[in-house]
């Protein structure tokens, strides 16, 4: 079955980073757009980026376009996300997603704050 386990989470200050990792289990990684969302307390989850399954392709939400980079690593079935400039509205809990399945991990909790 579909385990999608995230990690690298925790407590950052401003303009600081943190590097997020996703380990992915139980369906063809290399064929599935890998993806990263992110809830804040009381708002609904939100997509941060995708890293397309082919071509090298990605895409960012507007808030974290030149700061986040997503990538993907198809020999060891880990999708990273590189967060850098971080601020205090990048605080949330941070999730993986393949593709379009409906199935969610434990998250990893981003906080950043002085």
């Known amino acids: 079955q579909v385990q999608l386990v995230e990690s690298g989470g925790g407590l950052v200050q401003p303009g600081g980073s943190l590097t997020l990792s996703c380990a992915a289990s139980?369906?063809?990684?290399?064929?599935?757009?890998m993806s990263w969302y992110r809830q804040a307390p009381g708002k609904e989850r939100e997509l941060v980026a995708i890293a397309f399954s082919y071509g090298g392709r990605t895409h960012y939400a507007g808030p974290v376009k030149g700061r986040f980079t997503v990538s993907r690593d198809n020999a060891k079935n880990t999708v990273f996300l590189q967060m850098n400039s971080l601020k205090p509205e990048d605080t949330a809990m941070y999730y993986c997603?393949?593709?379009?399945?409906?199935?969610w991990g434990q998250g990893t909790q981003v906080t950043v704050s002085s």
């Open positions: 997603r393949a593709g379009n399945i409906d199935y």
């Open positions: 139980g369906f063809d990684f290399s064929s599935l757009g």
